[in-house]
């Protein structure tokens, strides 16, 4: 049975502080512990969020094995141990270096709970040692320790520290005070402690701080410094408390229901005006953001009517996040920033020339286009649509456009677009209202100037939503993109430096009004030499990089590479080519993973076998001299297309049949054929029976 001490109103109301059942627990007096029992190798027990000083309680609760085992060995023996808070309280599994080096004797007062899994324990702090070195880490930490003594005998008379000892006595009634969340009677309890250690130690340890100032409070050795950095942590909380109750006197008034959510909003809005984080602050970066920017000057007009309608909004008000997203939105607009072109002719060229092989007729429209601005200095871009079949290039000719010219580049794909507001925007009075995807790209390219690649614009859609295309013709008129009007940003956008590109495979689908706007540049498909150069140039190299064979300095002869092209491809692009090339290299990957050996050249005669049979002969068409066949060129999208027109005769009145699916141009054709036939059945020496 414990034994009854005095200073029994402290041990009353330190139970009543953490809440728990009455203990009998024996207070130190002004005298240090008597070290003389206490062993040099103690066992060490992690504390996580909480430090233990000298004298007083806390209640903890264990979790980890080892604890649990160091527990309840201690417990069935001599019940003492050392306390020692981690360094990181999100450490499940502390090492040495983990914790700190100073701590606290801990005696076991009472087992409130004991499980498999978790004990709840009551312990109390005897005497501060700190750790020389540690004996063992199995199955619990172990350490050799000194014992820190404390001389209190020293201030018991000087007028200095029984002034600070006051002090925090004042303070902390003060506090108790303004915290409804202490009993008022723990006010008399603190004021009528006699040991001044144990009053330092205990406000310590019930202080609302951290457990690091803790640790720091529990690190230093003189009472009397240690009284004295308590106090400036005990005066910020009293600080903080005296805000608190101020913002609630400010905000404090008779509520009925409906005022309960008004009373919430004025209290936030309090509390947000006391730490600096209110309008006010939003309104103050705002305007240190706008400083920098290079505004028109009916933009900065425009900007600061906003930005003032913003200042008087409450930050509870539905329009709030509207408007600050709308200016923020103006801000990160580069207005009036651009990039600086390289206007080197040569260097342009040779750029171009590295990125692409052919394509003269485009490279020579972007040469151009340098050499006019670079003698006017007009800035002015012209609008220019790449068309051509599939895989030939127009996308990624955009890219070295903008390498080219020094310029950012972005890209917009516009296949399958079908509403107007993905161009102009949204009123940002809707909800989640947002820019059109054009600004958005400008924004996030930085400048006003940059290649913009409107890619696929013949697979523009349109619906109840509205006609994207007729919305493009703003963008993409010279003379009309100097003042682009977008529906969120509600101001004029000035487009004009911005070098746009449209790609499309088919002019068909293009809106005539949009194609009148644009100067188009046919790219047409490659020849059986350009394919076989960009081969080699490019494909090969990009697929022995993208299938981790680049140190292998495998090559493809000129033959196998005709050999793909003719036998395995039918296209007017190089995309189908560079699809069969990484069909070719995944072959040589898995032969060198697997130990074979793997060629460094491919010849023609090993496409068989990697690729399979030809897909495609020339032979039927190369030399095709058969009676009642005859072949024809017809033209596609994608490229030209070799057809063979088979005739034959039977007896009856000479009527014409077609078959196959063929159009209104071909079934022309034919009929006309025959018409010259029997004009002409004569010269022929056809008998016309």
């Known amino acids: 049975m414990a034994k009854k001490y005095k200073n029994s109103f402290e041990l009353e109301a330190l139970e009543d502080f953490i809440g728990l059942e009455p203990i009998t627990i024996p207070m130190f007096d002004e005298k240090s512990e008597d070290i003389s029992s206490l062993p040099e190798t103690i066992s060490i027990l992690p504390l996580r969020n909480a430090v233990l000083f000298p004298g007083t309680v806390i209640p903890i609760t264990i979790g980890r094995k080892k604890s649990i085992k160091l527990i309840n060995d201690i417990n069935n023996s001599i019940k003492i141990f050392g306390a020692v808070s981690q360094k990181n309280a999100n450490l499940d599994d502390p090492d040495i270096k983990d914790m700190n080096s100073v701590g606290t004797i801990a005696e076991i007062v009472k087992i409130i709970n004991h499980s498999e899994d978790t004990i709840s324990v009551i312990i109390r702090g005897k005497q501060k040692f700190q750790i020389e070195n540690y004996v063992d880490t199995e199955p619990y930490f ?21 002034a600070v000892i006051n002090s925090l006595k004042d303070i902390s009634v003060k506090i108790i005070s303004l915290n409804h969340n202490i009993p008022v009677e723990f006010a008399s309890t603190i004021k009528n402690m006699t040991n001044n250690l144990f009053l330092v130690n205990f406000l310590c340890s019930n202080a609302e701080i951290n457990y690091l100032q803790k640790q720091e409070l529990l690190e230093i050795q003189d009472l009397n410094k240690r009284a004295i950095h ?36 004025q209290e936030m809005k309090a509390i947000q005006d006391e730490l600096g984080n209110g309008t006010d602050s939003e309104v103050k970066k705002l305007k240190q953001k706008a400083k920098s920017k290079k505004w028109f000057e009916n933009v900065k007009k425009h900007f600061n009517k906003e930005l003032e309608k913003f200042s008087q909004m409450h930050s509870s008000s539905p329009e709030y996040s509207v408007q600050f997203n709308y200016l923020n939105t103006m801000l990160e607009l580069p207005w009036n920033q651009y990039s600086k072109d390289n206007f080197n002719i040569k260097d342009a060229q040779k750029i171009l020339d590295e990125d692409h092989f052919g394509l003269e007729k485009v490279k020579e429209r972007i040469l151009e286009y340098l050499a006019v601005i670079k003698l006017k200095g007009d800035l002015k871009s012209p609008i220019l649509c790449l068309y051509g079949p599939p895989g030939v290039g127009k996308t990624s ?117 949009l194609l ?10 490659y020849i059986l030499e ?32 005709e050999k793909i092209i003719d036998n395995y491809t039918r296209e007017s692009g190089v995309r189908g080519l560079d699809k069969k090339i990484a069909t070719i290299v995944r072959h040589l990957a898995r032969k060198i993973v697997d130990g074979e050996e793997c060629p ?28 009642g066949i005859v072949t024809g060129l017809a033209w596609t999208a994608t490229g030209g297309e070799i057809l063979y027109i088979e005739t034959s005769l ?34 022929l020496n056809l008998d016309f029976e």
């Open 230 to 265: 308590l106090l400036e942590f005990l005066n910020d909380q009293l600080q903080l408390l005296e805000i608190q109750n101020d913002i609630q006197k400010k905000t404090r008034k008779d509520l009925d229901k409906q005022q309960r959510d008004y009373y919430l909003q």
């Open 650 to 683: 039977s007896k009856g009145k000479g009527n014409l049949s077609m078959t196959g699916n063929l159009g209104d141009v071909m079934k022309e054709s034919a009929t006309i054929a025959l018409e010259y036939i029997k004009a002409n059945y004569q010269l």
């Open 530 to 561: 350009e394919k076989i150069e960009i081969a080699k140039q490019h494909l090969v190299g990009k697929q022995l990089k993208d299938n981790g064979l680049q140190k292998y300095k495998i090559k493809f002869t000129d033959k196998s590479l």
């Open 142 to 162: 172990t350490a050799k320790v000194k014992y820190l003594l404390e001389n209190t005998q020293i201030y018991n008379n000087d007028k200095k520290f029984t």
């Open 397 to 513: 000719l955009g890219k070295s456009i903008a390498r080219s010219l020094n310029r950012e580049y972005v890209r917009m794909s516009l296949g399958g677009l079908h509403d107007e507001s993905e161009i102009r925007g949204h009123r940002k009075t809707y909800i989640g209202a947002m820019p059109g995807r054009i600004l958005q790209n400008i924004k996030k390219a930085g400048t006003s100037n940059p290649v913009f690649v409107l890619d696929e614009i013949d697979k523009v859609g349109n619906d109840f939503h509205g006609d994207p295309t007729s919305a493009l013709l703003e963008v993409l008129d010279p003379e009309q993109n100097t003042e682009f009007h977008d529906n969120f940003l509600e101001i004029e956008y000035d487009l004009s430096k911005v070098m746009f590109i449209a790609t499309a495979n088919s002019l068909n689908n293009v809106n005539q009004a």
């Open 600 to 627: 460094t050249t491919i010849t023609e005669g090993d496409i068989e076998e990697y690729l399979g049979i030809a897909k495609y002969s020339r032979d039927t068409y190369a030399d095709c001299n058969m009676p």
């Open 516 to 525: 009148d706007r644009m100067e188009l540049i046919d790219v047409s498909g």
